[in-house]
């Protein structure tokens, strides 16, 4: 039994997601903006129409995204037995500092550094009950495995790296640094979050919107395991698929991210998800 077996799929939920995000796509068909994509982040252009009332000369402008910016809403995962939020053991949302860019030291009364291959991970969310609008001023709290496939404040209990919150932007976008995470046994190469609709929501760990997780593709961790210190993952890596995977078996379509840039110089990992 892996890890994540412990905590089960929650396969109703995935299903009325996305029934949920069918509605959110008729909704944005009728949206009279435009939007550009490039990668997987998303920009809306406004479209003014004119319509005023009397004495008010003020056009109305609707930014609201076309259909082209909602997808499904992303499906509810496992947190698996290392969330770090309370639910299960130790909480390092207890602590402000969990609020950050740089995910790879350790903080507070936890020591160590992770060290791996770079990777700057974007995350960008839109809000289908706002007409895939993005999620301004909603929080992520992400925490994903060492190059050893290990997990802090657990399997890794000196340490609290490779777990952080941010807080989205006006285009519902959040950056962090990190590292890329290794294979371990029985599992896809992933990374945990929890999406909330505030900062001060996600530290107290309250009105949580989804819990998920994200997938890396398999010829970017095929190279970044190359790279010295990945041995294990390499191994484990041939030993399973996204087909096999207990969260990802069921298909990747919301939760796959687009990954660019090399084990030297590091990588971009990006994903827009729909909540």
């Known amino acids: ?43 809306s252009t406004a479209t003014t129409t004119g319509n005023t009332t ?15 910016t909602c997808t499904t809403p992303i499906p509810e995962e496992t947190a698996g037995p290392y969330p770090g939020d309370g639910s299960n053991g130790p909480d390092v949302l207890s602590d402000p500092a969990v609020v950050r860019d740089d995910l790879t030291t350790s903080f507070g ?62 285009t519902g976008t959040v950056t962090f640094q990190s590292i890329f995470p290794g294979c371990y046994d029985g599992r896809w190469p992933h990374m945990h979050f929890e999406v909330y609709p505030s900062l001060a929501d996600a530290l107290s760990a309250s009105n949580r919107i989804v819990t998920s997780q994200l997938a890396l593709p398999k010829d970017q961790c095929e190279v970044a395991y190359a790279a010295a210190g ?11 698929s996204l087909e096999r995977d207990m969260v990802f078996a069921d298909g990747v379509d919301q939760q ?7 084990a030297t110089t590091g990588f971009t990992v990006e994903l827009t998800m729909t909540v």
């Not at 060290?115 to 993005?134: E, K």
């Open 230 to 240: 990945y041995e294990t993952s390499i191994d484990n890596l041939s030993r399973t």
């Open 256 to 262: 796959l991210a687009t990954v660019t840039g090399d």
């Open 109 to 170: 009364d936890y020591s160590g550094t992770a060290a791996g291959v770079p990777i700057t991970l974007h995350l960008t969310v839109l809000d289908s009950a706002r007409g895939c609008a993005a999620l301004e001023g909603g929080a992520i709290y992400l925490w994903h495995a060492d190059k050893d496939g290990q997990y802090s404040m657990y399997t890794a209990p000196e340490a609290n790296y490779l777990r952080g919150v941010g807080e989205l932007d006006d």
């Open 54 to 68: 009397a004495g008010d000369t003020t056009p109305v402008t609707d930014a609201t995204p076309d259909a082209t």
């Open 1 to 43: 039994m892996t890890p994540d077996d412990q905590f089960p799929r929650r396969q109703a939920i995935a299903l009325l997601a996305g029934a949920a995000g069918a509605t959110v796509l008729a909704a944005c068909a009728n949206s009279s903006s435009t939007s550009t994509t490039t990668g997987d982040t998303t920009a």
